[in-house]
């Protein structure tokens, strides 16, 4: 049972910023919009400079490795790919993934764009939705992800390390992601590697339409928000 104290915290918690009257307005087109490809989604973005080495210790019976037509075979045909097809568009696209494995054996991925943002990526031009242009030096990281079978045993945060390194070798300054407030794991592991909120960010899309909105810089009520998420939280 929850203390009364506990239960108070919750309530008296800050709130996420809310949408404005635009992205109000869309929500509610997506939402009566008739059936067919449609979502609305709210994500944070978050921020990373890289500056310093980070120290990474792989234990000797994981390896680390950029992805070949090998470890995407194995990635389409597992029955947690999200499509069998994503992943093969996104090598197209000029992404990369990085990969882990343990003993030989693939246990998770993490996939960069060098060029641009994307959403839905990999998913098909009638689903993605491409955002924020990047410079030479900027990376976009997303699809973090670690077999349900070894997640919990530290994997992830290996894994953000390894990847924060292998930017910073390929000359990366910045990185950026997008993380649902709702996932919350994910967002805490970031907000751990010292990433900082930057803004709201607000997707919509009807069949071939899709739009982005994105809420204002240093938005007080989204650093309430994170600064009151639980002590484990904040960054080391
Ligand atoms: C996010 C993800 C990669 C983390 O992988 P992982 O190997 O479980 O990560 P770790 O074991 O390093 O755990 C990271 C932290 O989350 C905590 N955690 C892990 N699983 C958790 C769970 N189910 N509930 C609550 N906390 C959890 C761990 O305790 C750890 O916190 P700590 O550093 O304070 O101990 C994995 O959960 C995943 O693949 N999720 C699905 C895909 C996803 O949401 N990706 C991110 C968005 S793209």
């Known amino acids: 049972m929850e203390t009364e104290s506990r239960i108070r915290s919750r309530i008296s918690r800050p709130c996420l910023p809310r949408p404005g009257l635009l992205a109000w307005i869309l929500s509610t087109a997506v939402r009566l919009a008739p059936t ?9 973005m978050l921020r990373k400079t890289i500056s310093d ?3 990474v210790v792989v234990p000797d019976d994981f390896q680390y490795a950029w992805a070949g037509a090998k470890e995407i075979r194995f990635m389409d ?4 790919a999200t499509s069998s097809t994503a992943y093969e568009r996104r090598i197209q696209r000029g992404d990369s993934c990085l990969c882990l494995k343990k003993d030989g054996e693939l246990v998770g ?7 641009s943002g994307c959403l839905y990526c990999g998913f098909g031009a009638k689903q993605e939705i491409v955002f924020l242009p990047l410079r030479q030096n900027q990376a976009f990281t997303y699809d973090l992800y670690v ?3 070894y997640r919990g045993r530290g994997l992830g945060t290996l894994f953000r390390k390894i990847m924060l390194e292998a930017l910073r070798r390929k000359g990366i300054k910045e990185v950026f992601t997008l993380i649902d407030p ?3 794991v994910p967002l805490r592991l970031n907000l751990r590697f010292g990433y900082e909120p930057l803004c709201m960010v607000y997707s919509f899309r009807i069949r071939q339409w899709s739009t982005m909105l994105f809420g204002p810089r240093d938005d007080k009520r989204l650093k309430e928000w994170i600064e009151a ?5 904040q960054r080391q």
């Open 36 to 44: 067919g490809w449609k979502f609305y989604n709210r994500s944070i």
């Open 53 to 55: 080495n980070v120290s």
């Open 77 to 80: 045909a597992h029955p947690e």
């Open 109 to 115: 991925y993490h996939w960069i764009a060098w060029r």
């Open 147 to 149: 077999y349900e079978a």
């Open 182 to 184: 709702e996932n919350q």
């Open 229 to 233: 998420l639980e002590p484990s939280t």
